[in-house]
């Protein structure tokens, strides 16, 4: 089976049933997520795969006083999502070079990462060696 970032189509239906299912088990009375919470899902590239995002929508139910799940009570990592959302667009990126497009292309799946070299490189498609090498290349630490 892919991993989700390659089924983000799949994500809307999970988090609901997430959310029904931990909502039940702690007599929570959440029904609904909140738009901006699925458009941070759908931007988050799911390092851990689907049992982080069940393990993201019970933490979030166990916090979550209201019947909508809101970004309030999402963990850091997407509360850096929403802080860099101008960041995120492409049009931030025009007037780049294409080394320094690559460069923070590489900076931004590192922190994603939490700097787990192993995790970036499949993120970006290349082996682990070879992002090392990119790293050295475009003098990243």
């Known amino acids: 089976m892919p991993p989700l970032r390659d089924r983000k189509e799949d994500i809307p239906l999970l988090a609901e049933h997430f959310i029904q299912k931990y909502a039940e088990k702690n007599q929570q009375h959440i029904r609904k997520i909140s738009p901006q919470v699925i458009d941070l899902f759908m931007r988050y590239s799911w390092p851990g795969n689907i049992r982080e995002l069940e393990n993201v929508i019970q933490r979030a ?5 209201e ?28 007037g780049l070079s294409i080394k320094e497009v690559e460069k923070e292309l590489v900076l931004r799946t590192l922190e994603q990462t939490n700097h787990n070299i192993t995790r970036a490189a ?20």
């Open 122 to 141: 499949e993120i970006l498609g290349i082996t682990r060696r070879g992002l090392q090498y990119k790293l050295n290349e475009l003098g990243i630490k």
């Open 61 to 65: 139910v166990i916090l979550c006083k």
């Open 67 to 94: 019947d909508t799940l809101i970004p309030d009570v999402l963990p850091a990592t997407f509360k850096n999502l929403t802080n860099t959302q101008s960041r995120d667009s492409v049009d931030s990126l025009v």
